[in-house]
């Protein structure tokens, strides 16, 4: 053991015993855990024990969250490929590009326009003019979530208008529809009457000399 005296200076000197540590001057003395034999009290036994019965279940759950975090994060990418896939599906049948409040959009990048295109590419524009442009899958997951949120309103009401204009073309074409049925069935069946009085004309005409010849004696 050794031990360590203040000096006039205000600093820990230490004098080292016979079999002891050397400890320079103002460094502390290390906190021995096992007594001066090298055996450990009972207490300390079961101290050290708790500890590592503490660690070993620190260590069980981190490799538990670990695993549930892997599971997540790759149902995580998953998703937001379907999802990707699936809104760009839609926008290119719409035909239409969605503007993006820029500041709603967590980035850390001065940005000044952002647009979601139809080909599911997500175009910003920085304040300097640069433009980048990739498609929404890959970007982060928290900016997709952002997207959808403005998306899917905006979406909706674009689904709404598109289905009106359908409808509006599909009334169109049932009704010019009918009314060509109507006119090519009054066609038909006038060309239909024609042939008939043609067909019962033709057959008169053959009976007729036929019966002359009978009536000859």
């Known amino acids: 053991m050794e031990e360590t005296k203040i000096s006039s200076n ?15 001057q103002g460094f502390l003395e ?6 001066e034999n090298g055996e450990m009290s009972g207490e300390e036994e ?12 620190i260590l069980k759950n981190m490799n538990e969250e670990t695993l549930q975090l892997n599971d997540f994060l790759t149902e995580e990418s998953k998703l937001v490929s379907e999802l990707c896939n699936s809104l760009k599906e839609i926008l290119k049948k719409l035909n239409i590009s969605l503007a993006i409040p820029h500041q709603d959009l967590p980035i850390q990048k001065k940005i000044k326009k952002a647009v979601l295109k139809q080909d599911g ?21 928290e900016t997709v979530m952002a997207v959808l949120w403005i998306v899917i309103p905006a979406l909706a009401n674009a689904i709404t208008r598109y289905r009106k204009r359908l409808s509006t073309r599909v009334n169109f074409f049932q009704g010019i529809k009918k009314e060509l049925k109507n006119a090519a069935r009054a066609i038909t069946g006038d060309r239909e009457n024609q042939d008939s009085v043609e067909k019962q004309t ?8 036929k019966n002359e010849a009978k009536s000859t004696p």
């Open 10 to 24: 205000g600093k820990a000197e230490s004098t080292p015993k016979e079999g002891g540590i050397h400890v320079e």
């Open 30 to 35: 290390p906190v021995l855990l096992t007594e």
């Open 46 to 57: 079961k101290s050290v024990l708790e500890s590592e019965q503490k660690l070993q279940e």
């Open 121 to 141: 590419n997500l175009v910003l524009t920085e304040e300097n003019g640069e433009a980048k442009s990739a498609y929404l899958a890959e970007y982060p997951p």
């Open 202 to 209: 033709a057959l008169a005409t053959v009976e007729t000399p």
